[in-house]
């Protein structure tokens, strides 16, 4: 039946496309957690120079002399002022969270893969059935035929 021959193309399109977007949130978020870790370094190894500039009552020598690492600190103050964070998380908790959601992605991505594969087969199946019967599909469909090849 061609009509359940579509649906279920549209069922396995939609789940591969389903896949492919919590993939990409997911790299979102690992890259999120990274860049947020990367703050927090530099503003835990910048926090004496800030300290320094701060108790000199913002010299200006102090930050000649402390200029990069006062950059720095800032940037990630803003950073942080930016995500709204009032308790700076450990870097331990952000590597379990990136951890786990790197391990999440592998199993999202071995998903990806079976549906990409199912996609692909049974786009060819239905142009198939769609040249034998010369039934001519939407142009939206036809698209979507072309990119699962």
């Not at 913002?58 to 990630?76: D, Q, R």
């Not at 790197?102 to 142009?127: G, H, L, P, V, W």
Request: net charge positive; charged share 35%; proline share 2%.
């Amino acid at each position: 039946d061609y009509e359940k021959l579509s649906t279920k193309a549209d069922e396995i399109t939609s789940e591969f496309d389903k896949v492919s977007a919590e993939i990409k949130a997911m790299e979102r978020q690992i890259s999120e957690i990274k860049e947020l870790k990367n703050h927090i370094i530099n503003y835990m190894k910048t926090k004496d120079a800030y300290a320094e500039y701060k108790q000199s009552g913002y010299s200006k020598n102090v930050y000649a002399k402390c200029e990069g690492e006062l950059i720095l600190h800032k940037t990630a103050k803003a950073h942080f002022d930016k995500l709204k964070l009032e308790k700076l998380p450990t870097i331990k908790a952000l590597q379990t969270q990136e951890q786990q959601l790197f391990t999440d992605k592998n199993q999202a991505y071995t998903r990806y893969k079976k549906s990409k594969k199912d996609m692909q087969e049974i786009a060819t199946i239905k142009a198939n059935v769609e040249s034998i019967l010369n039934i001519k599909p939407p142009k939206k469909a036809q698209e979507k035929t072309q990119e699962a090849r």
